[in-house]
């Protein structure tokens, strides 16, 4: 009959493999994880610019019915976009981006809508900082980066 010598390194890991194992997982978490921060904060400013934009066509909307951006009515009466107006981007969850709207002095011929980043949010410290849409379709920002680059992407 023949017999097998078993060896005890045949029955597991070393340690020096399980050490390489760990070290392969965080060089690939070091990678991936800015990665993926970065595409979360872009994931939320596509989600103030668009609640802008609608912010904008509900205040046009008022525009072509009562030729003034403000919260008046056609008859001088009341409020027709109040209520209506998104404050908060997301809309649902944890409020990322205040969004205020700021009307002109003349009549209210012209408004400004800002999204503003909340402090000690994973958005407070973006380089875009604000976004700001006029009644003209102008786009900016307040931060660092470019508009161009900010509201493109």
Request: glycine share 8%; net charge neutral.
């Amino acid at each position: 009959m023949i017999t097998i010598k078993k060896h005890r390194w045949d029955s597991g890991f070393t340690l020096i493999e399980l050490m390489i194992a760990v070290a392969i997982v965080g060089i690939l978490s070091a990678i991936a994880y800015p990665s993926y921060i970065a595409y979360i904060q872009r994931a939320h400013r596509a989600e103030a610019k668009s609640a802008l934009l609608q912010d904008a066509t509900i205040l046009e909307r008022n525009y072509t019915m009562a030729n003034r951006y403000d919260n008046t009515a056609a008859d001088g009466s009341g409020s027709s976009t109040s209520g209506l107006l998104i404050l908060q981007a997301p809309s649902n969850g944890t409020q990322l981006y205040t969004i205020s709207v700021t009307f002109g002095a003349s009549s209210a011929q012209s408004f400004t809508l800002t999204a503003t980043p909340v402090a000690n949010t994973i958005m407070g410290n973006d380089e875009c900082g604000a976004f700001t849409l006029t009644n003209a379709g102008v786009q900016n920002v307040t931060g660092t980066a470019a508009a161009a680059m900010c509201w493109g992407r």
